[in-house]
């Protein structure tokens, strides 16, 4: 996007959403800054984020951040269980706006040697990315808080018991997880899109299928990451097969989330769009990589041809489901999935005590997160 259409489109949200909008927050973000993290903790998440118009992109650029922020906290390889606990508290209480400049960066300072250099950078510039969150208009920071602070809340739970790493023992816990570290922020981007767009109105299967949209790229993650994860003690794939062929619902939730965003914002279409046909592009490879034991990539070839595509037919509803509905039958042998009668060890009660979102009982138990 050139940046005249970047200010055009920005003009444009002041007018429409004067009451959401916050001036201070525009002079003051920079979004050089917010980019060169992005670029460097995901190269493929920044290419898509600026697909996004402001303040949109803004928006979800922080939330990004505070996200990648917290997930550091999980990822770390700690000396002990309650320093990582403590860092995890820290970090809610610097979402919650209770920090300065000094206590922020002592946090920073905590962190093992062995966080990676991109993921040091950000740390160095973490205050910056907590003040600028309570610069935002106060329903905008709301929504980014309470889906921070869920995460926040989701992680602790599942690394407090780790001895070494997070093992998960069941399709339900690993929906669990999934859902407080990616469905959440399916939920937080519908609410968000809705604060900059008028004409969208959330709707109980909007929210439903913005889980399926998250827990379906987290499930692709964490199969392409598990010969990594494994020798780190992070057990998260219990059952490979199985979890593979959950993606079957989780991809079709995705694919109705995406046909409903308004046609005429192409912005976000392609946000999601492409995201998740990468995930269906990706996942021969992801098998194979598996098979061989070895890192095998999409070629770039076969990514540009699926951005290509997807861009060119992003506001078609017919050809954006045909194509999925091609991929999916090229995936898989059977598009039928059906949850296992295992049962969970955990109490599942804790769930309903960290989420604070909008999802009722019944579609908890729809998501597959609890038996």
């Not at 990822?75 to 000094?102: C, H, M, P, V, Y």
Request: proline residues 4%; charged residues 25%; contains cysteine.
């Amino acid at each position: 996007m050139s940046a005249p259409k970047a200010y055009v489109n920005i003009s444009k949200y002041k007018t429409l959403h004067n009451s959401l909008w916050n001036t201070n927050f525009v002079e003051m973000i920079d979004w050089k800054i917010y980019s060169k993290h992005l670029k460097l903790v995901s190269r493929s998440f920044a290419f898509c984020i600026e697909k996004l118009h402001p303040p949109f992109r803004d928006w979800v650029g922080l939330s990004y951040i505070l996200c990648r922020l917290v997930d550091t906290v999980e990822d770390s390889l700690w000396a002990s269980r309650a320093e990582q606990q403590n860092s995890f508290e820290l970090f809610d209480k610097f979402i919650k706006g209770t920090s300065d400049e000094f206590e922020v960066n002592r946090w920073a300072s905590t962190f093992p040697p062995s966080v990676p250099d991109n993921e040091k950078k950000l740390l160095e510039d973490a205050n910056i990315f907590f003040s600028d969150l309570n610069q935002l208009p106060e329903n905008v920071r709301n929504v980014i808080k309470r889906t921070v602070l869920d995460m926040g809340r989701g992680m602790a739970h599942f690394s407090k018991d780790a001895s070494v790493g997070i093992e998960v023992k069941s399709l339900v816990e690993a929906n669990q997880y999934c859902f407080f570290v990616a469905g959440i922020i399916g939920e937080m981007l519908t609410e968000l899109f809705a604060a900059s767009e008028l004409t969208y109105q959330i709707s109980n299967d909007k929210i439903s299928n913005s889980h399926h949209f998250g827990l379906f790229l987290q499930k692709i993650n964490l199969l392409k990451d598990q010969m990594r994860d494994l020798p780190e003690g992070r057990r998260l794939v219990p059952n490979r097969e199985e979890m593979r062929q959950s993606l079957v619902g989780d991809g079709s939730g995705a694919i109705n989330y995406i046909l409903e965003i308004p046609e005429a914002r192409k912005d976000y279409r392609i946000f999601c769009a492409w995201s998740l046909f990468l995930g269906l592009a990706s996942l021969p490879y992801i098998d194979q990589s598996w098979r061989e034991q070895k890192n095998i990539k999409i070629p770039r070839t076969r990514t540009l041809l699926i951005l290509g595509k997807v861009e060119l037919i992003v506001g078609d509803n017919h050809k954006l489901k045909k194509m999925f509905n091609e991929m999916m039958l090229n995936n898989f042998r059977t598009l039928e999935f059906s949850l296992p009668a295992k049962n969970t060890k955990r109490d599942d009660i804790w769930l309903y005590q960290f989420y604070k979102g909008r999802l009722t009982p019944e579609q908890i138990s729809q998501l597959n997160l609890v038996q």
